[in-house]
Protein backbone atom coordinates (compact mmCIF):
# COMPACT_ATOMS: atom_id res chain seq x y z
CA UNK A 1 0.00 0.00 0.00
CA UNK A 2 2.88 2.56 0.83
CA UNK A 3 4.19 1.65 -2.20
CA UNK A 4 1.56 2.84 -4.14
CA UNK A 5 0.88 6.07 -2.65
CA UNK A 6 4.67 6.70 -3.31
CA UNK A 7 3.56 6.12 -6.40
CA UNK A 8 1.10 9.02 -6.38
CA UNK A 9 3.47 11.33 -4.56
CA UNK A 10 6.23 11.12 -7.24
CA UNK A 11 7.42 14.57 -6.93
CA UNK A 12 5.81 15.10 -10.77
CA UNK A 13 2.31 16.59 -11.27
CA UNK A 14 -0.19 13.67 -11.99
CA UNK A 15 -2.79 15.85 -14.10
CA UNK A 16 -0.67 17.09 -17.20
CA UNK A 17 -3.69 20.19 -17.24
CA UNK A 18 -1.95 21.72 -14.30
CA UNK A 19 1.42 23.45 -15.83
CA UNK A 20 4.12 24.40 -13.17
CA UNK A 21 6.96 26.51 -14.75
CA UNK A 22 10.24 24.31 -15.08
CA UNK A 23 12.05 26.51 -13.21
CA UNK A 24 10.03 26.44 -9.86
CA UNK A 25 10.53 22.54 -9.86
CA UNK A 26 13.35 22.95 -6.91
CA UNK A 27 13.20 21.18 -3.72
CA UNK A 28 10.50 22.06 -1.80
CA UNK A 29 10.45 23.64 1.85
CA UNK A 30 7.29 21.16 2.70
CA UNK A 31 3.57 20.36 2.13
CA UNK A 32 0.35 22.01 2.10
CA UNK A 33 -2.65 19.90 2.73
CA UNK A 34 -5.78 20.67 1.41
CA UNK A 35 -8.38 18.34 2.87
CA UNK A 36 -11.89 18.47 0.78
CA UNK A 37 -15.15 17.06 2.49
CA UNK A 38 -17.21 14.81 0.63
CA UNK A 39 -20.59 15.72 2.45
CA UNK A 40 -23.39 13.80 0.59
CA UNK A 41 -25.94 16.68 1.73
CA UNK A 42 -23.75 19.32 -0.35
CA UNK A 43 -24.21 17.59 -3.95
CA UNK A 44 -23.31 19.45 -6.33
CA UNK A 45 -21.55 21.72 -4.11
CA UNK A 46 -18.98 19.84 -3.52
CA UNK A 47 -17.34 20.69 -6.49
CA UNK A 48 -19.31 24.21 -7.33
CA UNK A 49 -18.18 25.50 -3.63
CA UNK A 50 -16.34 22.49 -1.28
CA UNK A 51 -15.41 22.46 2.24
CA UNK A 52 -11.99 22.34 3.66
CA UNK A 53 -10.58 21.41 6.96
CA UNK A 54 -9.08 24.42 8.73
CA UNK A 55 -7.03 24.91 11.93
CA UNK A 56 -6.25 28.01 13.94
CA UNK A 57 -2.58 28.86 14.31
CA UNK A 58 -1.26 28.63 17.99
CA UNK A 59 2.53 30.14 17.28
CA UNK A 60 3.87 32.65 15.27
CA UNK A 61 6.89 31.79 13.18
CA UNK A 62 8.79 34.85 10.52
CA UNK A 63 10.45 32.01 8.18
CA UNK A 64 7.52 30.50 7.22
CA UNK A 65 4.86 33.44 7.17
CA UNK A 66 2.51 32.50 10.07
CA UNK A 67 1.14 34.90 13.27
CA UNK A 68 -0.52 32.70 16.10
CA UNK A 69 -4.41 33.08 15.69
CA UNK A 70 -4.33 32.78 11.93
CA UNK A 71 -6.57 30.77 9.92
CA UNK A 72 -4.83 28.02 7.47
CA UNK A 73 -4.76 24.40 6.85
CA UNK A 74 -2.48 21.12 8.00
CA UNK A 75 1.20 22.01 6.81
CA UNK A 76 4.55 20.73 7.42
CA UNK A 77 8.19 21.78 6.98
CA UNK A 78 10.34 19.07 5.85
CA UNK A 79 13.04 17.35 7.74
CA UNK A 80 16.18 17.21 6.12
CA UNK A 81 15.80 14.56 3.13
CA UNK A 82 12.06 13.19 4.26
CA UNK A 83 10.20 11.85 2.00
CA UNK A 84 7.20 13.48 0.65
CA UNK A 85 5.10 10.90 1.64
CA UNK A 86 6.31 11.69 5.20
CA UNK A 87 6.34 15.19 4.97
CA UNK A 88 2.55 14.66 4.35
CA UNK A 89 2.12 12.23 7.48
CA UNK A 90 3.76 15.15 9.52
CA UNK A 91 1.43 18.01 8.02
CA UNK A 92 -1.60 15.54 8.98
CA UNK A 93 -1.00 15.60 12.63
CA UNK A 94 -2.84 19.13 12.44
CA UNK A 95 -5.99 17.40 11.33
CA UNK A 96 -6.02 14.37 13.69
CA UNK A 97 -4.80 12.10 16.79
CA UNK A 98 -4.77 8.81 17.62
CA UNK A 99 -8.00 8.62 19.34
CA UNK A 100 -9.69 9.48 15.87
CA UNK A 101 -7.37 7.77 13.59
CA UNK A 102 -9.64 4.88 13.01
CA UNK A 103 -12.50 6.65 11.84
CA UNK A 104 -9.60 8.80 9.73
CA UNK A 105 -7.95 5.60 8.07
CA UNK A 106 -11.36 4.37 6.79
CA UNK A 107 -12.47 7.75 4.90
CA UNK A 108 -9.67 9.69 4.06
CA UNK A 109 -7.90 9.05 0.87
CA UNK A 110 -5.89 10.24 -1.82
CA UNK A 111 -6.40 9.72 -4.99
CA UNK A 112 -5.18 10.31 -8.74
CA UNK A 113 -4.04 14.27 -9.20
CA UNK A 114 -3.57 14.09 -5.36
CA UNK A 115 -0.20 16.26 -5.46
CA UNK A 116 1.11 19.04 -6.94
CA UNK A 117 4.80 20.14 -6.08
CA UNK A 118 5.76 23.43 -6.20
CA UNK A 119 1.92 25.13 -6.00
CA UNK A 120 3.16 27.96 -4.05
CA UNK A 121 6.32 29.78 -2.48
CA UNK A 122 7.36 31.35 0.91
CA UNK A 123 9.66 33.86 1.30
CA UNK A 124 10.91 32.63 -2.19
CA UNK A 125 10.71 28.81 -1.21
CA UNK A 126 8.90 26.26 -2.80
CA UNK A 127 5.58 24.77 -0.96
CA UNK A 128 4.04 21.24 -2.72
CA UNK A 129 0.52 20.61 -2.35
CA UNK A 130 -1.65 17.22 -1.30
CA UNK A 131 -5.23 17.48 -1.76
CA UNK A 132 -7.16 14.49 -0.22
CA UNK A 133 -11.05 13.64 -0.24
CA UNK A 134 -12.70 12.89 3.37
CA UNK A 135 -15.56 10.77 2.81
CA UNK A 136 -16.57 10.31 6.47
CA UNK A 137 -18.96 11.91 8.80
CA UNK A 138 -18.65 15.76 9.19
CA UNK A 139 -19.23 16.14 12.33
CA UNK A 140 -16.52 14.44 13.77
CA UNK A 141 -14.72 15.87 16.95
CA UNK A 142 -11.22 16.06 15.47
CA UNK A 143 -8.17 16.99 17.80
CA UNK A 144 -4.96 17.55 16.48
CA UNK A 145 -2.17 15.48 17.25
CA UNK A 146 0.56 18.75 17.18
CA UNK A 147 -2.22 20.67 20.28
CA UNK A 148 0.67 22.59 21.42
CA UNK A 149 1.33 24.32 17.93
CA UNK A 150 -2.69 24.22 16.16
CA UNK A 151 -6.31 24.45 17.30
CA UNK A 152 -9.00 22.40 15.27
CA UNK A 153 -11.26 25.23 13.24
CA UNK A 154 -13.06 23.18 11.44
CA UNK A 155 -14.62 22.91 7.82
CA UNK A 156 -14.94 25.75 5.75
CA UNK A 157 -15.89 26.93 2.18
CA UNK A 158 -13.21 27.92 -0.19
CA UNK A 159 -15.50 31.34 -0.20
CA UNK A 160 -15.91 31.86 3.42
CA UNK A 161 -11.92 31.36 3.93
CA UNK A 162 -10.93 33.72 0.88
CA UNK A 163 -13.00 36.50 2.27
CA UNK A 164 -11.61 36.42 6.01
CA UNK A 165 -8.94 38.78 6.77
CA UNK A 166 -6.87 37.04 8.70
CA UNK A 167 -5.55 33.63 6.73
CA UNK A 168 -1.90 32.68 6.53
CA UNK A 169 -0.74 33.87 2.97
CA UNK A 170 0.53 30.51 2.29
CA UNK A 171 -3.07 28.58 2.59
CA UNK A 172 -4.68 31.12 0.86
CA UNK A 173 -2.38 31.04 -1.69
CA UNK A 174 -3.51 27.63 -2.01
CA UNK A 175 -6.66 27.57 -2.14
CA UNK A 176 -6.11 29.92 -5.11
CA UNK A 177 -4.28 27.98 -6.82
CA UNK A 178 -7.04 25.24 -6.45
CA UNK A 179 -9.65 27.35 -7.55
CA UNK A 180 -7.55 28.40 -10.65
CA UNK A 181 -7.06 24.39 -11.23
CA UNK A 182 -10.29 23.43 -10.69
CA UNK A 183 -8.70 20.77 -8.64
CA UNK A 184 -11.46 20.03 -6.24
CA UNK A 185 -13.65 19.11 -9.50
CA UNK A 186 -11.02 16.83 -10.67
CA UNK A 187 -9.76 15.07 -7.64
CA UNK A 188 -13.84 14.25 -6.60
CA UNK A 189 -14.34 12.99 -10.44
CA UNK A 190 -11.27 11.08 -10.30
CA UNK A 191 -12.59 9.84 -6.55
CA UNK A 192 -15.42 8.61 -8.33
CA UNK A 193 -14.24 7.67 -11.84
CA UNK A 194 -11.19 5.83 -10.91
CA UNK A 195 -11.69 3.80 -7.61
CA UNK A 196 -8.77 1.49 -8.32
CA UNK A 197 -6.59 4.87 -7.94
CA UNK A 198 -8.80 5.82 -4.24
CA UNK A 199 -6.37 4.51 -1.17
CA UNK A 200 -6.80 5.21 2.30
CA UNK A 201 -3.29 7.76 3.29
CA UNK A 202 -2.99 6.01 6.61
CA UNK A 203 -1.82 1.96 6.82
CA UNK A 204 -3.51 -0.48 9.33
CA UNK A 205 -1.84 0.50 12.37
CA UNK A 206 -0.62 3.61 11.63
CA UNK A 207 0.41 5.64 14.96
CA UNK A 208 0.96 9.81 14.69
CA UNK A 209 2.13 9.70 17.96
CA UNK A 210 4.71 6.95 17.19
CA UNK A 211 5.49 8.49 14.06
CA UNK A 212 6.00 12.13 15.14
CA UNK A 213 7.95 11.05 17.97
CA UNK A 214 10.32 9.02 15.34
CA UNK A 215 10.50 12.32 13.19
CA UNK A 216 11.23 14.84 15.65
CA UNK A 217 14.76 13.29 15.84
CA UNK A 218 15.60 14.09 12.14
CA UNK A 219 16.93 17.37 11.53
CA UNK A 220 14.98 20.47 10.36
CA UNK A 221 15.34 21.71 6.97
CA UNK A 222 17.92 24.66 7.38
CA UNK A 223 15.80 27.14 5.23
CA UNK A 224 12.75 26.84 7.92
CA UNK A 225 14.73 27.88 10.79
Known amino acids: ?28 IGVGVLIIALDPRRNGDNVSNPKFWTIKEGQSKETTIKLAGEISGPAETKKTGESTLSNIYGALGEFCDDTSIDEVSEHLFVTEGSFVPNAATVHGNPVDLAVLVYDGLLDTPFKPASCDEVSANGWMTREDILKIPNVRPVFRDLIEFERRNGLAAKILEAYYSNPQMRMPIFPQGFSLSGFHIQREQLADDPRTK
Open 1 to 28: MLERIDGIFSGQPINPSIKVPETERVRS
